[in-house]
């Protein structure tokens, strides 16, 4: 069964432009989050979707967004971009919410984006 | 607040040898606990997790993991590390009981293995 696809996998913007990343979750997932990777910060939450609802909010400027589609597929974006938004983005998927014995996150590969 | 402490950023070890990577969580309740792998250039992959009963729990890749409710630890082991187990390594937090996914992560140790 595939896994969590991310794509683009690497990307260069310049300052003040707009990113749009996508996440496939791995099939019948309904769950999608989406963490920031960075050397200083290291992994933080961003949000996360349920049933095209974010359900929860990480502590990230109103600069980045997200949306969930029906099919579960899930988008985020990046608005004005600045030189610390450079990471690695990773999506990951669960077939619900709440932790239980099946239900875990499953990362993608993730999207490197570098801001110059 | 929720809080995942990983005291080691770095740790060479000889393949070979042991390993034991520490981990410290804080958490008001009993928390559900997760290590993941990450290879360069990669993903997250999950190695293991504690979610309740018994407190050692086995993992893939030859790793394990013993939850210490005293000691607010959950420190990953294996008895002999192999060149390819050269990643960086994460403890994770997630929330007990709650309808959410997140995770709360430690800053990550990084492990290189010796020939």
């Known amino acids: 069964k595939a896994g969590v696809t991310q794509t683009p996998r690497y990307l260069i913007k310049t300052r003040g432009q707009q990113v749009t990343l996508s996440c496939s979750p791995i099939s019948g997932h309904r769950s999608v989050s989406w963490y920031q990777q960075t050397p200083g910060q290291g992994l933080q939450f961003l949000f996360e979707?349920?049933?095209?609802?974010?359900?929860n909010k990480g502590n990230f400027p109103g600069r980045f967004s997200g949306r969930q589609f029906s099919n579960s597929r899930s988008e985020m974006n990046v608005s004005t971009l600045e030189l610390g938004d450079s990471a690695l983005y990773l999506c990951?998927?669960?077939?619900?919410?709440?932790?239980?014995?099946?239900?875990?996150?499953?990362f993608g590969a993730g999207s490197r984006l570098t801001v110059l | 607040a929720q809080s995942v402490t990983q005291p080691d950023i770095h740790i060479t070890v000889s393949e070979g040898a042991s390993l034991e990577l520490r981990c410290n969580y804080s958490?008001?309740?009993?928390?559900?606990l997760f290590w993941y792998v990450q290879s360069p250039g990669q993903g997250l992959q999950l190695l293991l997790k504690?979610?309740?009963?018994?407190?050692l729990v086995q993992g893939i890749k030859g790793f394990e993991a013993e939850f210490k409710r005293s000691q607010s630890s959950f420190n990953l082991r294996k008895p002999s590390v192999h060149w390819s187990d050269a990643a960086e390594y994460f403890c994770a937090v997630g929330n007990y009981g709650g309808a959410t996914n997140k995770l709360i992560f430690g800053t990550g140790t990084l492990l290189a293995v010796q020939p």
């Open positions: 504690y979610f309740s009963g018994d407190t």
């Open positions: 990951a998927s669960s077939l619900s919410q709440g932790y239980s014995g099946a239900n875990v996150l499953t």
């Open positions: 958490y008001g309740a009993t928390p559900y």
């Open positions: 979707y349920f049933s095209e609802t974010q359900r």
